[in-house]
Structure formats: structure tokens, C-alpha cells
């Protein structure tokens, strides 16, 4: 199965990090690591206002929706003021894109490499589609959401559904979900990445692979550190950084209440 491009400077060896399986009758694309990531400090944890009940719902909602394919353009400039590969403002995470080729893309945000993830999003844009994107150009994805009088006090990256474009084309929409167990194990597999790109062999049930039903072989992700820049309580924007640090952000993803 042929790997969609990813970014050439970002892209390392293929990782097998399960190492040798526990048994002879455990392959390693089905022998669990044990999870352990650490729990985020207080600094950046999302605690969700809304309850899990209510967000199984609107991704039920969700997964009953198409899968996009936009054709996104891209274009240049930008007045995001990055010094010495920092963002002004912004405090450094961890970000991971990651999917099975043809299914939803998914975003996990941690404070680093070793934690649990502070934010997990599925977007309706299939991986292979996205990675491609982003080595060709610059993408920018905007979430956006209804602003209520009534949920003042709930945090923008908390809101459970978002409208989703892709450099301004509408591409479906962007929820919040719970990690499940696939997501954990994708983190886990990964917890001594910085920052890459590659594949890793894994079975997902409808998680971490993103789309409805099981889900099998490679699974493709891109890893890399994101500036998280907070401009009020209803803007927060994610920059994914460059290594080089010469050319600013390749992917940003903006939250937007409206």
C-alpha cells in the first residue's frame, strides 16, 4: 500500500515500536503495550463542561456524515510573528496527526511526547488527503462554533462539534472526543517521538483509525510541536511548527466562536 507524501524534511524509518511480541501467538500489530503516559498538568488539561453522554452522541451524529475531499489551495503570508521557531505569545505542545489512509484524520494534542493528550479531534477529511496537502503547502484549518450567551464560562476547545474549512472551503465538520484505547496505544507507540512521520501497524475498532468498523494495517501519522496561542475566550489557534524554523507554520488550525 503505496504511503501518501508527507513532508520530506519531517519524514523518518518506519517505527515497529511494539518490539518482540509477549507471546508466539500474539503478532505485533495485536500485542498491546501498556500505557505509560503520564496525566497533564493542571497548566493546560482541558476538563470538558460537557458531559461524555453528550459528546458519544454528537460523534455518532458525526460518523453518519460524509468524508470530505477538498481541494484545498494555499495561500501565503500570514502575519503569525514567529522568532527562533516560537510563535510570540505561545506556549509549545506536542501535536500528532494520525489515521488509517482513507478514513477521518484525527488530532491528538499533549504537553509532550510522555502525556496523556489534553485534546483528541476528528476531522472529517481523510488522512492521506491532509498529509498530501501538507507536503505540497501551507494548510489552514478553521473550527468554527455558535457563540451562546449561555456557555460563557465553557472553554472554545470544549465546545463538542465545530464547522470545518479547510483554507476556506467548507470540508464538513471537526468534533471532540475522548481518547479511546486505540488513541492511547498510537501515543504510547509514540512516546519517544519528538517529532517525525511514518507509519505504524495497528488494528482499530473505530478509534484511533478514525471512520465507523474496525480498521486494519498501517496506520499514518505526522508528529511535530505546535505553538498554542490563546487570543481570547473565543479564539485559540495551534501552530504546527517547522524544524528548520526558517518558514513558519505548515498546518494551523484555528478555533473560532462566532
Known amino acids: 500500500m503505496a504511503t501518501p507524501p508527507l513532508t520530506p524534511r519531517m519524514l523518518i524509518p518506519t517505527l515497529s515500536p511494539l518490539g518482540s511480541p509477549r507471546s508466539n501467538n500474539k503478532s505485533p500489530a495485536t500485542a498491546r503495550p501498556?500505557?505509560?503516559?503520564?496525566?497533564?498538568?493542571?497548566?493546560?488539561?482541558?476538563?470538558?463542561?460537557?458531559?461524555?453522554?453528550?459528546?458519544?452522541?454528537?460523534?455518532?451524529v458525526f460518523r453518519s456524515l460524509p468524508i470530505m475531499s477538498p481541494m484545498c489551495?494555499?495561500?501565503?503570508?500570514?502575519?503569525?510573528?514567529?522568532?527562533?521557531?516560537?510563535?510570540?505569545?505561545g506556549t509549545r505542545v506536542t501535536g500528532t496527526v494520525f489515521g488509517h489512509r482513507k478514513a477521518r484524520v484525527n488530532l491528538a494534542i499533549q504537553e509532550n511526547p510522555?502525556?496523556?493528550?489534553?485534546?483528541?479531534?476528528?476531522?472529517?477529511?481523510?488522512?492521506?488527503?491532509?498529509?498530501?496537502?501538507?507536503g505540497v503547502g501551507l494548510?489552514?484549518?478553521a473550527l468554527e462554533c455558535e457563540k451562546k450567551p449561555s456557555e460563557r464560562t465553557?472553554?472554545?476547545?470544549?465546545?463538542?462539534?465545530w464547522?470545518?474549512?479547510?483554507?476556506?472551503?467548507?470540508?464538513?465538520?471537526?468534533?471532540?472526543?475522548?481518547?479511546?484505547?486505540?488513541?492511547?496505544?498510537v501515543m504510547q507507540m509514540l512516546h519517544a517521538v519528538s517529532m517525525g512521520a511514518g507509519v505504524l501497524p495497528v488494528t482499530s475498532s473505530g478509534g484511533g483509525?478514525?471512520?465507523?468498523?474496525?480498521?486494519?494495517?498501517d496506520l499514518t501519522y505526522m508528529r511535530a510541536h505546535?505553538?498554542?496561542?490563546?487570543?481570547s475566550r473565543d479564539s485559540e489557534t495551534y501552530y504546527m511548527m517547522n524544524p528548520d524554523g526558517n518558514s513558519g507554520p505548515e498546518l494551523s488550525i484555528f478555533f473560532v466562536r462566532v
Not at 503569525?80 to 510570540?88: A, D, I, L, W
Not at 464547522?163 to 496505544?185: F, I, W
Open 34 to 60: 501498556e500505557i505509560t503516559l503520564e496525566k497533564p498538568s493542571g497548566k493546560n488539561k482541558s476538563t470538558g463542561s460537557k458531559s461524555t453522554k453528550l459528546l458519544r452522541r454528537v460523534r455518532s
Open 73 to 89: 489551495k494555499f495561500p501565503g503570508g500570514g502575519g503569525t510573528r514567529v522568532h527562533e521557531n516560537h510563535v510570540h505569545g
Open 114 to 134: 510522555r502525556s496523556l493528550p489534553i485534546l483528541v479531534l476528528e476531522l472529517a477529511i481523510p488522512t492521506a488527503k491532509l498529509l498530501q496537502d501538507l
Open 139 to 141: 494548510v489552514r484549518i
Open 154 to 161: 465553557t472553554k472554545i476547545v470544549d465546545e463538542p462539534i
Open 163 to 185: 464547522a470545518l474549512y479547510c483554507n476556506g472551503k467548507k470540508s464538513g465538520y471537526g468534533v471532540k472526543r475522548q481518547p479511546t484505547e486505540e488513541d492511547l496505544v
Open 209 to 217: 483509525g478514525g471512520g465507523g468498523g474496525k480498521q486494519e494495517g
Open 226 to 231: 505546535f505553538e498554542r496561542v490563546i487570543g
